[in-house]
């Protein structure tokens, strides 16, 4: 009889060896976003779990919890710290988390401490100048920005080291010139940059295009290219990227999720095989839509590959800047 249940329970390991992954997402789970209720965090954490629970993915309703604190190293620092082992917790991270661990800015760890599961949508950087621009594409900007760039204030929606500094530090560089010259006025948000492009108070526009494409549409603002790979579809289909232009950058803001550093293959691949479901459903499609994303999937070994490679280039952007 034991030997009959060792065959059955061999076969049974086996069958789910090949069908997917053998553990189950525990039944209750939870997302952290690493600041106030409202922001980017926020919005990654209810992607999910919004998603998840109407794709009948997850049987009780996620739940969601807050850690405000340095842009999210609040957070990391405590799941690395304490909760490192914790298969029922993922972690809202972006772009802007891979660019504060190349600044060294989560403290003593750094991506290697965490396990990334992946990327389910994304916005992508814009660079905007006004509607009475006399600048029809990237090349004439860039020109003229070249040969004299202390004509041209490039506004951003952060400070110095953000992920809007770093796209107008990418717009100086394509443009040969040195981005720790560069005139760049920090602005509260996408909104203060539209305000500024239409007053002349800024030249250059860096944002994203979530925020600039209904302004693009009503004519307030011209985006002039997409930092994206691809070209976009749907309203911004006929704006160029900056790979098209012959410029050799781009700026995905990915939106995904970690877990800790400690979760074993087992767990996270519950995770990340739940994800890949995921993103084939139609209720995923619409809540992704709903917050004003891009389709961008990227899960697994790829998406641990791409944040560290992302981290890398940071460093290497951060240090020819003179961060």
Same mark, same amino acid.
């Given at each position: 009889?034991?030997?009959?249940?060792?065959?059955?329970?061999?076969?049974?390991?086996?069958?789910?060896?090949?069908?997917?992954?053998?553990?189950?997402?525990? =039944?209750?789970? %939870?997302?952290?976003?690493?600041? @106030?209720? #409202?922001?980017?965090?926020?919005?990654?954490? *209810?992607?999910? $779990?919004?998603?998840?629970?109407?794709?009948?993915?997850?049987?009780?309703?996620?739940?969601?919890?807050?850690?405000?604190?340095?842009? #999210?190293?609040?957070?990391?620092?405590?799941?690395?710290? &304490?909760? $490192?082992?914790?298969?029922?917790?993922?972690? +809202? +991270?972006?772009?802007?988390? +891979?660019?504060?661990?190349? =600044?060294?800015?989560?403290?003593?760890?750094?991506?290697?401490?965490? *396990?990334?599961?992946? $990327?389910?949508?994304?916005?992508?950087?814009?660079?905007?100048?006004?509607?009475?621009?006399?600048? &029809?594409?990237?090349?004439?900007?860039?020109?003229?920005?070249?040969? &004299?760039?202390?004509?041209?204030?490039? #506004? #951003?929606?952060?400070?110095?080291?953000?992920?809007?500094?770093? @796209?107008?530090?990418?717009?100086?560089?394509? +443009?040969? =010139?040195?981005?720790? &010259?560069?005139?760049?006025?920090?602005? %509260?948000?996408?909104?203060?940059?539209?305000?500024?492009?239409?007053?002349?108070?800024?030249?250059?526009?860096?944002?994203?295009?979530?925020?600039?494409? @209904?302004?693009?549409?009503?004519?307030?603002?011209?985006?002039?290219?997409?930092?994206?790979?691809?070209?976009?579809?749907?309203?911004?289909?006929?704006?160029?990227?900056? *790979? %098209? =232009?012959?410029?050799?950058?781009?700026?995905?803001?990915? *939106?995904?999720?970690?877990?800790?550093?400690?979760v074993s293959d087992a767990d996270y691949a519950a995770w990340t095989d739940t994800f890949k479901k995921l993103v084939q459903t139609p209720e995923f499609t619409s809540e992704l839509a709903a917050r004003g994303l891009f389709p961008y999937t990227v899960i697994g070994a790829d998406f641990d590959a791409k944040v560290k490679s992302d981290v890398q280039r940071f460093k290497l952007l951060a240090k020819e $800047?003179?961060?």
């Amino acid at each position: 009889m034991n030997a009959t249940f060792t065959k059955f329970a061999m076969v049974a390991m086996v069958g789910a060896l090949l069908t997917g992954s053998a553990v189950a997402l525990p =039944q209750k789970t %939870e997302c952290l976003a690493g600041a @106030k209720p #409202g922001g980017g965090f926020d919005l990654t954490c *209810r992607l999910a $779990a919004n998603s998840l629970l109407a794709a009948k993915l997850i049987e009780q309703p996620m739940t969601v919890t807050y850690m405000e604190g340095g842009v #999210g190293a609040i957070a990391y620092n405590h799941v690395v710290g &304490k909760r $490192a082992a914790d298969p029922s917790l993922i972690v +809202a +991270a972006s772009t802007g988390s +891979a660019l504060l661990l190349a =600044q060294g800015k989560f403290g003593s760890f750094d991506e290697n401490a965490v *396990r990334w599961v992946g $990327a389910l949508g994304a916005d992508y950087g814009v660079i905007v100048v006004g509607a009475d621009s006399p600048y &029809k594409n990237l090349k004439e900007l860039s020109d003229a920005y070249a040969a &004299k760039p202390s004509d041209f204030p490039i #506004g #951003g929606g952060g400070a110095v080291g953000s992920q809007d500094w770093m @796209k107008a530090a990418l717009i100086a560089k394509g +443009a040969g =010139q040195d981005p720790k &010259k560069m005139r760049y006025v920090a602005l %509260e948000g996408g909104g203060a940059v539209l305000t500024a492009l239409e007053g002349g108070h800024i030249k250059i526009g860096a944002g994203d295009a979530s925020e600039m494409v @209904k302004h693009h549409l009503a004519g307030k603002v011209r985006i002039l290219a997409v930092m994206s790979p691809e070209r976009l579809k749907g309203d911004l289909a006929d704006v160029p990227t900056t *790979r %098209e =232009q012959g410029y050799d950058f781009d700026w995905v803001i990915w *939106r995904g999720y970690y877990t800790g550093g400690k979760v074993s293959d087992a767990d996270y691949a519950a995770w990340t095989d739940t994800f890949k479901k995921l993103v084939q459903t139609p209720e995923f499609t619409s809540e992704l839509a709903a917050r004003g994303l891009f389709p961008y999937t990227v899960i697994g070994a790829d998406f641990d590959a791409k944040v560290k490679s992302d981290v890398q280039r940071f460093k290497l952007l951060a240090k020819e $800047a003179g961060l």
